[in-house]
């Protein structure tokens, strides 16, 4: 009887999403049923690293690095902003759970995927901070590096959360 119920419970969706096909198609629905696209945020990893040195000010830095483009000092290129694009770009993870973002330092102390020299990318700069990067998430504690986890979740889930709509000024 089983293999009944679910024989049935298959034509039962099929039949209900050629339905829904065909009633987008007739303009049935109308715009309920046609999906809207999501905006496309940029991530500016310099801005958002800002935001977290601003909530943690002892927090090293590692933005000692010369620019391969300008041969000056790439102050903005620092270790938070190097590891939020490691999260991202390298390791595609998403930035709203705190899992990722611990993922992401399990990283850089070896227990999770191993970082290796090579395949850090270097962001532009003439030296490439791997070492020193690895060094200064290792030398923090097991309290700062939670702090950090955090900071980075409240960050990027504050900054993706739509603006409060303001209500309108009272007319005269």
């Known amino acids: ?16 999403t050629l339905f829904l096909l065909f009633a987008i198609t007739l303009g049935l629905l109308g715009d309920r049923a046609q999906a809207q696209p ?35 000092a790439a102050t903005e290129n620092t270790l938070v902003s190097r590891l939020i694009r490691y999260h991202i ?41 791997y070492a020193n990067d690895i060094a200064a998430i290792e030398s923090l504690s097991p309290q700062q590096r939670n702090t950090l986890v955090n900071t980075l979740y409240e960050v990027f889930t504050t900054s993706a959360e739509p603006e409060a709509s303001q209500p309108a000024p009272p007319s005269q």
């Open 1 to 16: 009887m089983k293999p009944f119920l679910k024989r049935y419970r298959q034509i039962g969706a099929l039949i209900a």
């Open 38 to 72: 999501t905006p496309i945020r940029r991530i500016d990893p310099y801005a958002l690293s800002a935001q977290i040195y601003e909530q943690l000010p002892d927090f090293p830095l590692e933005n000692q690095y010369i620019s391969s483009d300008t041969g000056t």
């Open 89 to 129: 770009y390298t390791q595609n993870r998403p930035t709203v759970f705190r899992l990722d973002w611990k993922l992401t330092l399990a990283d850089y102390l070896g227990a999770f995927e191993g970082i290796s020299s090579d395949s850090y990318p270097d962001y532009g700069l003439q030296e490439n901070p």
